[in-house]
């Protein structure tokens, strides 16, 4: 396929997003850089300055809810991408109502507990359903450890063993590797 | 007994006959996991209760923080 018929698919398609942090906000800019059509995102929280060391936000731009900041962001990589931002804490059920139309979805969230919640909730609700998660990107170091798992419609990265704590900080480099990472299975799951 | 574990066949001892059982045998520590068997999620709270049997398919993941 040329880039321009890789396009064009891609404009067709939606991507739901459940959180909009490091994972969430960079696996966006990717996806909308690659002609996704619409993306749906989820996120309650607001930037902080601390944010700035890995998410897709800027300075001018702490204290927004993060849903309106990565929207204004995309509209200025590329107004044709559709944002749907919702300024929510998700849950079960609000997962499994908000992204129902999508055809893939992205866990972006950073607590293990939501983690697994997203994939009780949406291997549930949304049988066959791309799903792609990410677990084990804390710290620096170590891409070879990155792993890609598959099992049916849901994919996983990471190294899953490296959790966020207070050594081992989420920083840009792997977290942007894993929000990569997380955008690649989803054009593949989108182009087959 | 043999069981596909993460697509590599394991051979398990006689006697590992639930999911609770092969995470024993199989050293899986983390506290949050997803375990498939043949492609149905066992819920957490679930392993003891899961039966195994020979041939089966599992899938275990572990889930740390970090987004």
Not at chain 1, 35 to 63: E, I, P
Not at chain 1, 88 to 113: G, H, I, N, P, T
Not at chain 1, 164 to 172: D, F, Q, R, S
Not at chain 2, 37 to 60: H, I
């Given at each position: 396929m040329t880039r321009d018929e890789y396009r064009r698919r891609l404009a067709g398609k939606t991507v739901g997003i459940a959180g909009a942090g490091g994972l969430g906000s960079n696996c966006a800019v990717a996806l909308a850089r690659s002609g996704v059509g619409t993306l749906v995102v989820a996120d309650h929280d607001r930037v902080s300055?601390?944010?700035?060391?890995?998410?897709?936000?800027?300075?001018?731009?702490?204290?927004?809810l993060k849903v309106e900041a990565l929207a204004l962001n995309i509209a200025r990589i590329d107004p044709a991408v559709r944002v749907e931002a919702h300024a929510l804490r998700l849950d079960a059920a609000s997962l499994a109502a908000l992204f129902a139309d999508c055809d893939a979805v992205v866990e972006a969230f950073d607590a293990a507990e939501a983690k697994l919640m997203f994939v009780e909730a949406l291997l549930e609700a949304l049988p066959g359903r791309p799903l792609v998660c990410a677990s084990g990107i804390a710290g620096?170091?170590?891409?070879?450890s990155f792993r890609v798992r598959r099992s049916g419609s849901l994919v996983l990265v990471g190294d899953f063993e490296s959790e966020v704590g207070p050594e081992t900080p989420p920083m840009a480099p792997r977290v942007g590797l894993a929000a990569a990472m997380e955008a690649d299975l989803v054009l593949e799951a989108l182009l087959i | 007994m043999k069981v596909k574990v993460n697509g590599e066949f394991r051979e398990l001892p006689?006697?590992?006959?639930t999911v609770r059982a092969l995470l024993d045998e199989l050293r899986y520590?983390?506290?949050l996991l997803i375990v498939r068997v043949n492609g149905s999620l066992v819920e957490r709270g679930a392993y003891s209760q899961a039966p195994l049997s020979e041939g089966d398919d599992v899938d275990v993941y572990h889930l740390v923080s970090g987004g």
């Amino acid at each position: 396929m040329t880039r321009d018929e890789y396009r064009r698919r891609l404009a067709g398609k939606t991507v739901g997003i459940a959180g909009a942090g490091g994972l969430g906000s960079n696996c966006a800019v990717a996806l909308a850089r690659s002609g996704v059509g619409t993306l749906v995102v989820a996120d309650h929280d607001r930037v902080s300055r601390d944010n700035l060391d890995r998410q897709a936000y800027f300075l001018d731009q702490v204290g927004m809810l993060k849903v309106e900041a990565l929207a204004l962001n995309i509209a200025r990589i590329d107004p044709a991408v559709r944002v749907e931002a919702h300024a929510l804490r998700l849950d079960a059920a609000s997962l499994a109502a908000l992204f129902a139309d999508c055809d893939a979805v992205v866990e972006a969230f950073d607590a293990a507990e939501a983690k697994l919640m997203f994939v009780e909730a949406l291997l549930e609700a949304l049988p066959g359903r791309p799903l792609v998660c990410a677990s084990g990107i804390a710290g620096y170091g170590r891409p070879e450890s990155f792993r890609v798992r598959r099992s049916g419609s849901l994919v996983l990265v990471g190294d899953f063993e490296s959790e966020v704590g207070p050594e081992t900080p989420p920083m840009a480099p792997r977290v942007g590797l894993a929000a990569a990472m997380e955008a690649d299975l989803v054009l593949e799951a989108l182009l087959i | 007994m043999k069981v596909k574990v993460n697509g590599e066949f394991r051979e398990l001892p006689e006697g590992t006959a639930t999911v609770r059982a092969l995470l024993d045998e199989l050293r899986y520590s983390f506290p949050l996991l997803i375990v498939r068997v043949n492609g149905s999620l066992v819920e957490r709270g679930a392993y003891s209760q899961a039966p195994l049997s020979e041939g089966d398919d599992v899938d275990v993941y572990h889930l740390v923080s970090g987004g």
